[in-house]
Nanobody
């Protein structure tokens, strides 16, 4: 059974940093694109960033220059380093995996999802 488990969320003041981790089990995702999405209350789930099998990344404009995605294929884990956090970054953050190696910003292209981790940024 495939599982994605996020960790690292919490409460942080504006300007602070958090590092999220997404640990995969049940199969290896080293050849798959992985992504991070977020959903704030009353809003649709939105793309944050993604990384493909070779390490190429794509980042949403709203977080560009502040968030960085990385992966450790030996640990089957993907990370999201979030710096200079703003109150508008408050959301539940989800890790997701595609069944292919290629990047996508569309959540419908991702087959596996974690349960989400709450990130709250206070002003």
């Amino acid at each position: 059974q495939v599982q994605l488990v996020e960790s690292g969320g919490g409460l942080v003041q504006a300007g602070g940093s958090l590092r999220l981790a997404c640990a995969a089990s049940g199969r290896t995702f080293s050849n798959n694109a992985m992504g991070w999405f977020r959903q704030a209350p009353g809003k649709e789930r939105e793309f944050v960033t993604a990384i493909n099998w070779s390490g190429s990344t794509f980042v949403a404009d709203s977080v560009k220059g502040r968030f960085t995605i990385s992966r450790d294929n030996l640990k089957n884990t993907v990370y999201l380093q979030m710096n200079s956090l703003k109150p508008e970054d408050t959301a539940v953050y989800y890790c997701a995996a595609r069944p292919t190696a290629w990047l996508s910003t569309n959540n419908y292209d991702y087959s596996y999802w974690g349960q989400g981790t709450q990130v709250t940024v206070s002003s």
